[in-house]
C-alpha cells in the first residue's frame, strides 16, 4: 500500500519534482535511466500505467486517496503520496492542478526507429515541432485517426514535457514514438525502411493531399514541420511527395497540430 505523506513543509527536497525542477533538470541527461516526467490527471497517469511506466511519487489531494486516486494507488505499491488540501497544493506548485492529481514517473526506455516502423505502414515524422501544446495535439490526433508511429527529430519539444502529455490525453503512452539518430538524414533513415515520404509544405507544385496516389501508397511517412518557418528545404527536397491541404479564403496554412490531423486522416488508414 502507498504511503501517504501529509504536506507541511513546502521546502522539502522530495517535493523538488513537483515543484522546483524544471523539465530540463527532470530529464536529467547526465544520467538518463534516472530521469523523469510528470502525468497529471487520473485518466492521464492510468495511460503511463498501462504504458508500462515505473511511478516515483504522487501528489494529490487528500480527498482523492480515498476517491479516484484509489484505484491507480493500489497498483502502485509502496510508493510515496505527498496529500494536502487544494490550496495548499495551488501554492506548492503555483498552478491549478488538473483533476488534483500528478505523478512523477521514470521515462521509459525508447525504441528504435526500426522497431517503431516494424510492421507500421503509416508513420508520423515531427521535423523540429517546438510547441509542447502542438506536440500534444499531433499525438493525439496520430492516436485517434490510427498512425502507427511518430518519430521526432532531437531539436523538437519532448513528448514528456507536462504539457505536451496532458494536451495528448496520455496518447504518448500509446502511440509509439522515438527519436531519429543524428548520423544519418532521416528521409535516407525512413527508406531504408522501405518507407516513401509526403512533405506538407506551401508549394504551388506540390500534390493535393486527397491526391490517389497517396493512398496507394504501401509505407508512408507523414511529414510536418516548425511553427512559422515549416520543413527544411532540404528535407521537403529528399522527400518522395510535396503535398498541400487546398483552402479557402485566401487562408495560406493551418497551424502544425489542424494540420496533422486534416493529414492523417487523408492520408492515413482512415481515409476515403
Not at 20 to 49: H, K, W, Y
Not at 135 to 143: L, T
Request: net charge negative.
Amino acid at each position: 500500500m502507498p504511503r501517504v505523506i501529509e504536506i507541511t513543509d513546502f521546502s522539502a527536497p522530495e517535493l523538488d519534482i513537483y515543484a522546483r525542477l524544471t523539465e530540463n533538470q527532470l530529464v536529467n541527461r547526465a544520467d538518463p535511466a534516472r530521469g523523469m516526467f510528470i502525468a497529471e490527471s487520473p485518466m492521464v497517469i492510468e495511460r503511463a500505467l498501462d504504458g508500462g511506466c515505473v511511478p516515483v511519487s504522487f501528489l494529490m489531494e487528500s480527498k482523492h486517496i480515498e476517491g479516484k486516486g484509489r484505484a491507480l494507488l493500489e497498483r502502485c505499491g509502496d510508493i510515496p503520496v505527498y496529500a494536502a488540501e487544494l490550496e495548499v497544493l495551488t501554492r506548492l506548485t503555483g498552478f491549478h492542478l488538473t483533476r488534483g492529481m500528478l505523478c512523477a514517473m521514470y521515462r521509459p526506455a525508447l525504441p528504435s526507429v526500426r522497431a517503431v516502423c516494424a510492421g507500421a505502414r503509416r508513420v508520423a515524422v515531427l521535423e523540429n515541432v517546438m510547441n509542447p501544446t502542438n506536440v500534444g495535439a499531433i499525438f493525439r490526433s496520430a492516436a485517434a485517426l490510427g498512425m502507427d508511429g511518430v518519430l521526432l527529430t532531437s531539436a523538437g519539444s519532448d513528448p514528456l514535457y507536462r504539457r505536451a502529455v496532458r494536451v495528448s490525453m496520455g496518447t504518448v503512452f500509446q502511440v509509439p514514438w522515438t527519436y531519429f539518430s543524428q548520423e544519418v538524414p532521416w528521409p535516407e533513415q525512413l527508406r531504408s525502411l522501405g518507407f516513401q515520404t509526403a512533405a506538407l509544405a506551401l508549394r504551388e507544385d506540390a500534390l493535393s493531399i486527397a491526391d490517389a496516389r497517396l493512398k496507394a501508397v504501401e509505407r508512408l511517412a507523414v511529414v510536418l514541420g516548425a511553427e512559422g518557418d515549416g520543413l527544411a528545404a532540404d528535407s521537403i527536397a529528399r522527400c518522395d511527395y510535396t503535398v498541400r491541404i487546398p483552402m479557402s479564403h485566401g487562408v495560406d496554412s493551418l497551424n502544425v497540430a489542424a494540420a496533422s490531423a486534416v493529414a492523417f486522416y487523408q492520408m492515413g488508414p482512415m481515409g476515403g
